[in-house]
């Protein structure tokens, strides 16, 4: 395999690794040597063996979010073992096994940090790739390739067995992405939950809605996933296309979680919320959602919010309770050499219900 190499250099001690990624907007992913630092003080350096590939991936990829920066080298959703820590570094040894996030980094000074909620840092979070940073070649690049560096702080420990690692990566991003507001919401025992759309972040919900012990309603626009969805643990599956069916659910939730990113009417779904209830959206669309019924909210209590990813604390806490529960994600496997062809793949929601690369293939 040919490799690029991106050579700029900001810090003089430095090692180079293998990685993909994109140099330019309309480029397909390919092979790239880049830079990692060597572990500061408060650094520890991770070889990669599994990246989730999620939709923010290939935004970002493609020029289809504002300021991507170039070389790109995606991924966030990143499992390893430790290689080595700095001298100021005690939760971590070498060969632990761990996951690194969406986040690098934050303030740790304002009051979203101090409160453990780094994913909310009033200054700005530094995310995984495409952040700010010191490292050549002046942003952060992600999992896509063999290692990474990253300081302690971001760096949280995975309790899971062995064979379960790979399926575990989407929980980084995933998994916390839907976690955060159901915990915030206190999805549980008595509650009955709606979760909007059964993909990469759905299926997750509805994994962790039936885990936490919240009666799990699934909507689908699909028929065929109605069984799908009752073996992700859905206790009721609506197609939300039936109007019979949403009816039959009308003023009934607690929570909705609507995890779908493109634009829709959210007031189909507002309907079915109880007094005092929330539909809570983590996927941003394209463009925006039609403007909600607002007397349909008032006259209820009714809310709709908004939840990003989930602060270190949480992810921790979210690891493991999928450890002791059991919980991982449903995935395919990918060689790193393929993840063009799912990159296509993943925007016809052609994957069940998320890619995982085989981060040794960077070795082919």
């Given at each position: 395999?040919?490799?690029?190499?991106?050579?700029?250099?900001?810090?003089?001690?430095?090692?180079?690794?293998?990685?993909?990624?994109?140099?330019?907007?309309?480029?397909?992913?390919?092979?790239l040597?880049?830079?990692?630092?060597?572990?500061?003080?408060?650094?520890?350096?991770?070889?990669?063996?599994y990246?989730?590939?999620?939709?923010s991936?290939?935004?970002?990829?493609?020029g289809?979010?504002?300021?991507?920066?170039?070389?790109?080298?995606?991924?966030h959703?990143?499992?390893?073992?430790?290689t080595?820590?700095?001298?100021?570094?005690?939760?971590?040894?070498?060969?632990?096994?761990?996951?690194?996030?969406?986040?690098?980094?934050?303030?740790?000074?304002?009051?979203?940090?101090?409160?453990?909620?780094?994913?909310?840092?009033d200054?700005?979070?530094?995310?995984?790739?495409?952040?700010t940073?010191?490292?050549?070649?002046?942003?952060?690049?992600?999992?896509y390739?063999?290692?990474?560096?990253?300081?302690?702080?971001?760096?949280?420990?995975?309790?899971?067995?062995?064979?379960?690692?790979?399926?575990?990566?989407?929980?980084?991003?995933?998994?916390?992405?839907?976690?955060?507001?159901?915990?915030?919401?206190?999805?549980?025992?008595?509650?009955?939950?709606?979760?909007v759309?059964?993909?990469?972040?759905?299926?997750?919900?509805?994994?962790?809605?039936?885990?936490?012990?919240?009666?799990?309603?699934?909507?689908?626009?699909?028929?065929s996933?109605?069984?799908?969805?009752?073996?992700?643990?859905?206790?009721?599956?609506?197609v939300?296309?039936?109007?019979?069916?949403?009816?039959?659910?009308?003023?009934?939730?607690?929570?909705?979680?609507?995890?779908?990113?493109?634009?829709?009417?959210?007031?189909?779904?507002?309907?079915l919320?109880?007094?005092?209830?929330?539909?809570?959206?983590?996927?941003?669309?394209?463009?925006?959602?039609?403007?909600?019924?607002?007397?349909?909210?008032?006259?209820?209590?009714r809310?709709?919010a908004g939840?990003?990813?989930?602060?270190?604390?949480?992810?921790?806490?979210?690891?493991?309770?999928?450890?002791?529960?059991?919980?991982?994600?449903d995935?395919?496997?990918?060689?790193?050499?393929?993840?063009?062809e799912?990159?296509?793949?993943?925007?016809?929601?052609?994957?069940?219900?998320?890619?995982?690369?085989?981060?040794?293939?960077?070795?082919?």
């Amino acid at each position: 395999m040919r490799l690029r190499r991106l050579s700029i250099v900001y810090r003089e001690q430095t090692t180079m690794t293998k990685a993909f990624g994109v140099v330019t907007e309309k480029a397909p992913l390919e092979a790239l040597e880049i830079v990692r630092r060597e572990p500061g003080a408060h650094d520890v350096s991770i070889d990669i063996a599994y990246c989730g590939v999620c939709h923010s991936d290939l935004h970002q990829a493609r020029g289809e979010w504002a300021g991507t920066l170039y070389p790109c080298v995606p991924g966030h959703e990143i499992v390893g073992r430790v290689t080595a820590v700095g001298s100021e570094v005690s939760a971590f040894k070498v060969g632990d096994t761990v996951g690194v996030g969406c986040m690098v980094d934050s303030c740790q000074h304002c009051p979203a940090c101090d409160e453990g909620l780094e994913q909310y840092c009033d200054n700005g979070f530094v995310g995984t790739y495409n952040g700010t940073t010191a490292d050549a070649p002046g942003h952060t690049l992600g999992g896509y390739s063999q290692s990474i560096v990253v300081s302690d702080k971001f760096v949280l420990k995975i309790s899971h067995p062995d064979e379960q690692l790979a399926a575990v990566a989407p929980l980084l991003c995933a998994g916390i992405t839907t976690w955060s507001p159901l915990r915030h919401w206190n999805a549980g025992p008595g509650k009955k939950v709606g979760i909007v759309g059964i993909g990469g972040l759905g299926h997750m919900g509805v994994k962790l809605a039936h885990a936490l012990g919240a009666h799990v309603v699934a909507f689908t626009t699909s028929e065929s996933k109605r069984e799908a969805a009752r073996e992700l643990g859905a206790d009721d599956v609506v197609v939300s296309r039936n109007a019979d069916e949403m009816a039959a659910h009308a003023n009934s939730f607690d929570l909705i979680l609507n995890t779908v990113a493109a634009s829709h009417d959210l007031d189909a779904f507002t309907a079915l919320l109880k007094r005092d209830g929330t539909m809570t959206l983590v996927g941003v669309p394209e463009h925006p959602h039609p403007s909600p019924n607002v007397a349909a909210l008032i006259f209820r209590r009714r809310a709709i919010a908004g939840s990003l990813i989930g602060g270190i604390a949480e992810t921790q806490e979210m690891l493991d309770f999928c450890a002791e529960k059991g919980v991982v994600a449903d995935i395919e496997m990918i060689d790193i050499q393929d993840v063009n062809e799912a990159y296509d793949r993943m925007q016809k929601s052609d994957v069940k219900y998320r890619f995982v690369i085989d981060n040794a293939t960077l070795q082919a």
